[in-house]
């Protein structure tokens, strides 16, 4: 189970919106040299479809990320033994 989290502590650390948007200026000049374009609308793409497959891939890689971190505990008897589910 994943608990919530406690407050953030305050620090001198870059303020994350600086580094978003630096990374937006860079996937910017990536787009540039990859398809000779930035992102624009009326691409001729269904960019809720991109924006779900993208989303589900994120899904995958932070679970994998709290997964590989998370202390691998026996199964107690009040809690299931962590398996997969099965596909419908």
């Known amino acids: 189970m994943i608990e919530d989290q406690p407050p953030p502590i305050p620090n001198t650390s870059t303020p994350i919106v ?4 630096t990374d937006l200026f860079e996937r ?11 992102l624009q609308a009326n691409n001729g793409r269904d960019s809720p479809v991109d924006l779900y497959q993208e989303l589900l891939d994120a899904v995958m890689y932070i679970r994998q990320a709290i997964e590989a971190r998370a202390p ?4 107690h008897r009040d ?8 596909p419908p």
């Open 18 to 21: 600086d580094l978003v948007v």
């Open 79 to 86: 809690r299931p033994a962590r398996k997969a589910p099965r």
């Open 72 to 75: 691998q505990l026996p199964p």
């Open 28 to 38: 910017k000049q990536i787009g540039i040299e990859r398809y000779g374009v930035p």
